[in-house]
């Protein structure tokens, strides 16, 4: 199983990233995946879901309408779009896949890519 986040670096605040999490050696389009952030000296959090057909995302509300979540199940491919993008999302951020099945759950991670905003 691997995930390979790509896409993170320095943007100026304002500024827009797209990440990407390439997923192998797993029926990507059965696992819902997610985008996790974490910031150095907090804990990790959820910043945006979206569920194995792409028809349901949810979202933290702090990137509540700069982030877009989405996913190419031909490609294996999540997507996080980041706009608008402000010092405070600066962060390692993590693509996640999980799928559950009755009496059992399979949860992935990748390695991280770094975002920072600053000027």
């Known amino acids: 199983v691997q995930l390979v986040e790509s896409g993170g670096g320095l943007v100026q605040p304002g500024g827009s990233l797209r990440l990407s999490c390439a997923a192998s050696?797993?029926?990507?389009?059965?696992?819902?995946m997610s985008w996790y952030r974490q910031a150095p000296g907090k804990e990790r959090e959820l910043v945006a879901y979206?569920?194995?057909?792409?028809?349901?995302?949810n979202y933290a509300d702090s990137v509540k309408g700069r982030f877009t979540i989405s996913r190419d199940n031909a490609k294996n491919t999540v997507y996080l779009q980041m706009n608008s993008l402000k010092p405070e999302d600066t962060a390692a951020y993590y693509c996640?896949?999980?799928?559950?099945?009755?009496?059992?759950?399979?949860?992935?991670w990748g390695q991280g890519t770094q975002v920072t905003v600053s000027s």
């Open positions: 979206i569920s194995n057909t792409g028809t349901i995302t």
């Open positions: 996640k896949a999980r799928l559950e099945v009755p009496g059992r759950g399979y949860e992935y």
């Open positions: 050696r797993f029926t990507f389009s059965n696992f819902a």
